[in-house]
């Protein structure tokens, strides 16, 4: 295996901004970050020491890439599958083809949870508009359905409450493939930030939990408001989805957290994550630094917490605010160098630390 | 006056790893990053949004990097006055020349410091070789001769035990411009990082420890082991020094302690400062980022911080060590992307946090 040394470079596929916050983590290491994506002048690219802009399915240009990087990782996890095969065999490749296979498709997702003992909302495949009816029945109402793969911060969703919605709800998610999952009577949504190393070594984040507004997160406050036991359950099914993935890398797993303490696995992302933003300015070795040591074969850091922390996204035009934000003497502004404040577009997140169970008394 | 927003282009003159800690603060702050520095692939430029590389007299290009930012700084002292002045025609530029002027000359800068009160060494003007004898009868041995410009980490010194060395002095320090320092019996080193907005606001980070190895700093530990009276008098220091000048940016005073506690400074650098890189991993707010928030005309972070610190340089080949630093939990590995590991080279640093308390009850 190639040992991956400071000086080398990493490629990144995506440009947005948490390609952004890993080539930042890797500056600090030494590395030299290299992203690939579409985009001119994306905010990766920004802070990034080499640039390529092609097209996810440009063979001669992902065939260039690989050769010019020591590794190739991934900021998201809707890439298509051809491109990451095609860099696995010229690249080492982190996280890997097998996790990125399941955390693209709803079904298999839950259905490796499954496999493992892991506990999801109940569900059923809608291959076609005829198997509506049936997951209905199997399922219940009220009922999601989303499509097996592309979606993200809720779009690929439709809520069903009755069932005369079927073929509008199939019709809405734009009749592909899809998954009814079962509506889950949840407490609160929690996250865990897992890192897992080639050699196997884990390194746990604290649960945030995690709170949504327009399905996009909006805040996420470290720690959970959850009992010790219910905190650890959350960290040991973390660990145990990483280990079963054989992952190497950050991966996140949301969950919901339901009364008695009870925990359903909502998704699983194999990447760094929006909820672990708060790991830059409450720990020493953030989630970004942890997944680049994954990926080089280093050993991971502490994933030990200095603070107690809250992190708000600024989501479109909350960040024309930039200027009282910045004014805040307990916060740490992040903007993602994006231009255009689209309604719904992430473009920067405010972290407020406290001391150690500042939060937890508060609370 | 222009008002800098993020997405706009900060210059940097100097392409070290102060121009890179700077580059990824201001990344973080969704400002872009333009260095300029005669070095092909420096350590700055391989985190920054533009590059150019020309000599620090090339007016043209001077011209043209003036004109392609919102505004200019720099990360080191010793740039000569003639490119900032010419800068400072076409683009906002900060700290400013007239503090530049003071720090690059250790004659003026001790008048200075004299001027608002300031303890000092005793010292005398060497103008030329008849002018020793003299200095040496006023200030006494053992006294050190250094350059007025242009030294750094020990370079430009020579300590004066005999009156018989006056030639030897002069001859070692190139038979420049030089001033006489006399010896000051002192039982550490502190020296504080002070930053200063626009408006005149202040903040103040405590003071460091630091301890050097062949004149270059080895060890900033934070809090350092002094009385609070004479921490708060270091911190007053400090921001005096940073009023009287009209400073805007970051400054470092680095000054003895002496016996009973009384504190004698020994230079300013009118940048970010070595010592206070335990500031990126110990604060919410590091002092790069001050920096930029001064420079920008933004209010400036708390200088809270919320871990006690030990900060050591990696210097030369103790970087080709980064392996087993790397599996140190406890720390922070800071590595700045230099290729060749030279004697002397500053190539990257640790910073072990501890919990606030933790260090000053241990020492």
Not at 172 to 184: D, N
């Amino acid at each position: 295996m190639t040992v991956i040394a400071p000086g080398m470079e990493i490629g990144i596929l995506g440009g947005g901004q948490l390609g952004r916050m890993l080539a930042l983590a890797a500056a600090r290491l030494g590395l030299k970050a290299h992203i690939y994506c579409p985009e001119d002048e994306s905010p990766a690219a920004q802070v990034a020491h080499a640039v390529t802009v092609a097209d996810y399915d440009d063979r001669a240009m992902l065939d260039k890439f690989a050769d010019a990087v020591a590794l190739v990782t991934y900021e998201f996890e809707n890439i298509p599958l051809a491109t990451v095969k095609r860099l696995a065999r010229r690249a080492p490749l982190w996280p890997g083809i097998d996790a990125l296979g399941v955390a693209q498709d709803r079904l298999r997702e839950k259905r490796f949870l499954q496999s493992i003992g892991i506990e999801t909302a109940p569900f059923a495949a809608v291959d076609t508009q005829a198997d509506m009816a049936a997951a209905v029945d199997v399922i219940g109402l009220p009922a999601v359905l989303k499509t097996r793969t592309l979606g993200y911060d809720g779009k690929g969703q439709f809520m069903l409450r009755d069932g005369a919605q079927c073929d509008e709800a199939w019709l809405a998610i734009g009749q592909a493939p899809a998954i009814l999952e079962g509506f889950v009577g949840f407490e609160r949504e929690v996250s865990v930030i897992v890192a897992r190393a080639i050699s196997g070594e884990l390194a746990c984040y604290d649960v945030a939990e995690n709170e949504h507004r327009n399905h996009i997160l909006d805040l996420s406050t470290v720690p959970a408001a959850i009992e010790k036991a219910t905190a650890d359950q959350a960290q040991t099914i973390a660990k145990t989805v990483a280990t079963a993935l054989n992952y190497v890398g950050v991966l996140a797993v949301e969950m919901f957290v339901c009364p008695g303490g009870q925990l359903i696995v909502n998704e699983i992302a194999p990447r760094v994550h929006n909820s672990g933003h708060w790991t830059i300015d409450a720990c020493l070795v953030s989630q970004f630094e942890q997944h680049i040591r994954a990926i080089c074969g280093w050993p991971l850091g502490a994933a030990r917490r200095h603070s107690d922390a809250r992190m708000r996204n600024l989501i479109g035009e909350e960040a024309e605010d930039w200027a009282t934000l910045i004014g805040d003497r307990t916060a740490a502004l992040h903007l993602y160098g994006k231009g255009a404040a689209r309604p719904g577009r992430k473009m920067g997140h405010v972290t407020e630390i406290f001391p150690l169970g500042a939060l937890s008394t508060g609370r």
